[in-house]
């Protein structure tokens, strides 16, 4: 009798090895077989691998897995010895609509290939979808403060959790890819949840992300920096009421978040300004970095689901303007 084999490693392509990606390729790579494709980190990766710090994970982490330049280079990369195609696409790239289905096609197989969102936002998901009606499509909700300094190296600190789930939910026979994803994640040492409705957890971390991000990009302040430049509570307080407006429009969505939470939320910002700890959102990153931001997926979405309700949201609206505007200035340069 033939000895018994080992099922093969599950197959995973990360698209888009930035900073939330590396943590989660090195993750993934405990437990997967893992590639990533890389773009302007790609030499340095090539040659040297991802270095980690990271205060959960622990510092100076090294490791080095297959990259490739693009998804083209990753489909003719498969063969029968790495896996005939990829069970996952873990898309970690920032959520601009309307180019990555393409750019991943090619190494998306019809019916096999999970695709996996790890990316803030609201309404992020019906492109892929409508893009692979035959694939599942999985929405992960990412708490996880981290940065790349030089090319391919990151650090990370504080927390890291995936809020987990099928996009659009109905869609989750209990054996899905969601699930299966939720166990790849911890067996490689993450924390991961399953929901059954996962867009619960978009609408909660929306209240952060929509108020912090476009606020301490347009002031180029991190969250404790900006509470500290009014010499009231002023700045505390226009962020609170931008999070309540974003509450009722989800709200208005069927996914109820009341007071309480939004000033949950806020005091895990103004719970930091006494160790003045601020926290620099990616989208404050990205201009600093001369980026394109994600005003679309994160503000401008929220407005447009407000106003379909008829929900008032003239902050968040403003401040949709104002973002929306500095998004295209970088864009002009
Ligand atoms: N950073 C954070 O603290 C957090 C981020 N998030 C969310 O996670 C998501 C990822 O953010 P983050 O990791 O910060 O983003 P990064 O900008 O650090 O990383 C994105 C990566 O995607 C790559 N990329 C983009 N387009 C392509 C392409 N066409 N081909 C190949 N590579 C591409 C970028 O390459 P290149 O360098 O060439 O541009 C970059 O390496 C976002 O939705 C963000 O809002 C959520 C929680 C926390
Ligand atoms: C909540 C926060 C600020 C860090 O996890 C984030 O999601 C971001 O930087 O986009």
Not at 146 to 166: D, F, K, M
Not at 196 to 209: A, F, G, P
Not at 222 to 245: H, K
Request: with cysteine.
């Amino acid at each position: 009798m033939s000895p018994p084999t080992n099922p093969p490693k599950p197959n995973i392509l990360l698209f888009g090895a930035g900073s939330v990606g590396t943590i989660y390729l090195y993750l993934l790579s405990h437990s997967c077989t893992v590639t990533a494709v890389c773009r302007s980190n790609y030499a340095t990766v090539s040659d040297h691998g991802f270095t980690i710090n990271s205060s959960i994970f622990g510092d100076n982490i090294r490791f080095k897995p297959r990259v490739v330049r693009d998804c083209s280079e990753a489909a003719a990369a498969l063969s029968p010895d790495s896996g005939s195609s990829y069970d996952y696409i873990v898309v970690c790239s920032k959520a601009i609509p309307g180019q990555i289905p393409e750019t991943i096609r090619p190494a998306v197989t019809p019916g096999r290939t999970a695709i996996v969102l790890v990316q803030n936002g609201i309404g992020i998901e019906q492109e892929y979808r409508d893009a692979f009606p035959q694939n599942e499509v999985v929405s992960c909700v990412v708490y996880l403060p981290v940065s790349q300094g030089a090319p391919g190296v990151v650090t990370h600190r504080e927390i890291e959790r995936l809020e987990v789930g099928a996009y659009p939910s109905s869609s989750a026979p209990s054996s899905s890819a969601a699930r299966r994803f939720v166990d790849l994640v911890k067996q490689g040492g993450g924390t991961a949840e399953w929901f059954e409705d996962v867009q619960s957890k978009r609408w909660i971390k929306l209240v952060v992300n929509a108020a912090w991000n476009p606020i301490c990009a347009l002031t180029r302040s991190s969250d404790v920096d900006f509470m500290l430049s009014s010499e009231s509570s002023a700045g505390t307080d226009l962020v609170r009421a931008v999070m309540l407006e974003i509450a009722d429009i989800a709200t208005a969505h069927g996914y109820p978040i009341g007071r309480e939470e939004v000033d949950f939320q806020l005091s895990r910002a103004t719970a930091r300004i006494e160790t003045n700890k601020g926290v620099r959102p990616s989208m404050l990153q990205d201009v600093e970095g001369g980026r394109r931001i994600e005003i679309e997926a994160i503000v401008g979405n929220t407005v447009r689901l407000g106003k379909e309700k008829g929900v008032k949201c003239e902050k968040l609206e403003m401040i949709y303007l104002l973002a929306k505007a500095l998004d295209c200035s970088i864009g002009r340069r």
